[in-house]
């Protein structure tokens, strides 16, 4: 079993800047890629940015050169740096993992809410 719990939400106006965390424990090794998926209100949830346990990164035309993901393997952690915020960022962010037996992503976190002001 894996866990995931993120942190760093909160409001923001545009133009600003948040980092959200993302402690995974457990079985860690069962999970590759982790990921950060997004969920605004009335839309489907998306996959923001993934990133590989050797660092090979993937992200959502949306964010790309505003935000950057990364991983710190030695503490289990991963992050969201998010720059240049818009208000159609705001959403409840989400920490995941794919499952290497199912290729799937079905480790979640409880997600964390990112709120951008106009």
């Known amino acids: 079993q894996v866990q995931l719990v993120e942190s760093g939400g909160g409001l923001v106006q545009a133009g600003g800047s948040l980092t959200l965390s993302c402690a995974a424990s457990g079985n860690i090794f069962s999970i590759n890629p982790m990921g950060w998926y997004r969920q605004a209100p009335g839309k489907q949830r998306e996959l923001v940015a993934s990133?590989?346990?050797?660092?090979?990164?993937n992200y959502a035309d949306s964010v790309k050169g505003r935000f950057t993901i990364s991983r710190d393997n030695a503490k289990n952690t991963m992050y969201l740096q998010m720059n240049s915020l818009k208000p159609e960022d705001t959403a409840v962010y989400y920490c995941a993992g794919k499952l290497v037996v199912t290729l799937s992503w079905d480790i979640w976190g409880q997600g964390t809410q990112v709120t951008v002001s106009s």
């Open positions: 990133i590989t346990r050797g660092g090979s990164t």
